[in-house]
């Protein structure tokens, strides 16, 4: 049998990175700007107040890099943008969701069942998973017909209820898994509508960010910078093939149980 296409990064043309304000969002569009010279890469932020890097990467690549300021937890941002691109013919050969939240000075992950609270749980659903299934909803129709494309989500290796041994952080571990099911299920819609689009929720490995500064001092886990987390995540992309669609991957590329 015919060996199938691997998703090739050097061949696409334009590329949307939501969630790019800072993190490994903004390293994963400095990485493809650096490693693609013909993209054009789409990077949205939500807060300006921590966007001043990816800003200001945008005057140093002023044609290849547009800024776009987007809530993505807001179907009426995510119609008028995804509207733009259907309005300019622009078809996207990759889409990667760099959203995520974990907590801030006012909200931390639930240690036990006391801290439980609706209004952060609903928070924790909102950001992790339905932003990706809302970005699923609102720019599929920009895919390409013809050739192969990508959309990943990267997602949590706590979000696995297999290997979720644990317990605690009910709100993100929670949000994570139902965003893995949202991309599963999206995998299997473009599978059954014959529609070339590798689905992948993808683990970033520990990365130094603001969401994880808080819990990696003594953190057992190899630690990433951005930078190689970004590497990590493009390198996992360009090898799968549309026969991958619907995988819940890690850094390295190795299978996560669900
Ligand atoms: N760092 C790690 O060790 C690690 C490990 C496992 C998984 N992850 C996952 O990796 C992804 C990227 O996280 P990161 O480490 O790069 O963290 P980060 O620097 O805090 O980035 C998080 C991103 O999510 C966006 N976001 C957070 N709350 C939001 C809200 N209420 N509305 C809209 N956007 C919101 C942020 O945008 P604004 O700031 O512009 O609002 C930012 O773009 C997340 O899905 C995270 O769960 C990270």
Redesign the pocket.
Known sequence: MAEKEKFNLTDINHAIVF???????LAIVAELLQENPKVKVFAT???KA??DDLLSLAVDFPVRLEVKHL???CEKSLGNFSKELKEDSTNIDLIIS?????GHEDIKPEKSLNDINKDTLL?YF???SI?SVLIGKYFHRLFPKKTLSCFAS?????GSIEDNRMGGWYGYRSS?SAQNMLMKNMALEFSRNKLDIITLSI??????????KPY?SNTKYKLHS?SDTAKNILNVISNQTIEDTGSFLSWDGSQIPW
């Open positions: 969630g790019a304000g800072h993190g490994i969002g932020y939500n807060n921590k966007a809530d993505p937890i760099s959203i995520g939240f974990l928070k909102a950001v992790n932003s990267v997602s949590a290796k706590v994570k683990h970033p490995g520990t990365t130094i960010t603001e969401l994880s990696i951005p």
